[in-house]
């Protein structure tokens, strides 16, 4: 599978442009996982971390989840991987599948999308309990451009220990 990848707008509303960069983060995320098995997916950066591929799409499922379901549509619902709250268990994907792990990214980002396209402008609130702040959803988006290009940079690293891939 090849991802699709399409640069934000040079010149655009401050709504477009984040949902842009962040269309472009998520993309290059997938693109970072193309073509790999699950075994390539599942391999470890250096041990003891559990950190791999397939961890970091597992946990941007979690990420999307939290921030766009159950802070800004205040959604009472666990997360994917960790019934008590542990952000961390997102990234053990020892015995996960690639299957299993897109379909839950896939699913949360297009809540996220939905959640996202419905409000009525990046000035709405949902309340944030680890930080015990409202946050906007301008803040929220902002928030997930930033995690996904810190943990884009560690999937960089992890491509191309698997396989020599680099760029992008």
Do not use: C
């Not at 990420?63 to 205040?74: K, L, M, Q, Y």
């Not at 990234?91 to 990214?105: I, K, L, M, N, V």
């Not at 419905?118 to 902002?142: C, F, I, K, N």
């Amino acid at each position: 599978m090849t991802t699709e990848r399409i640069a934000p707008p040079v010149r655009a509303g401050e709504r477009e442009t984040l949902r842009s960069f962040l269309d472009f983060h998520r993309a290059t995320l997938a693109m970072k996982t193309d073509g790999l098995s699950d075994a390539d997916l599942r391999r470890r950066s250096s041990p003891p971390s559990t950190l791999s591929l397939l961890g970091l799409v597992r946990h941007m499922a979690e990420v999307e989840r939290s921030w766009f379901r159950r802070v800004i549509n205040g959604e009472d619902l666990p997360l994917v991987w960790s019934a008590e709250g542990d952000y961390q268990a997102a990234y053990d994907a020892s015995t996960a599948t690639g299957a299993e792990a897109f379909d839950a990214w896939q699913t949360e980002v297009a809540h996220a999308r939905r959640i996202e396209r419905a409000a009525a402008s990046l000035d709405v609130t949902g309340y944030q309990p680890r930080w015990d702040e409202h946050v906007s959803l301008r803040l929220v988006m902002l928030h997930l451009i930033h995690e996904y290009a810190r943990h884009n940079g560690h999937a960089d690293f992890l491509r191309e220990a698997i396989d020599g891939t680099v760029g992008a």
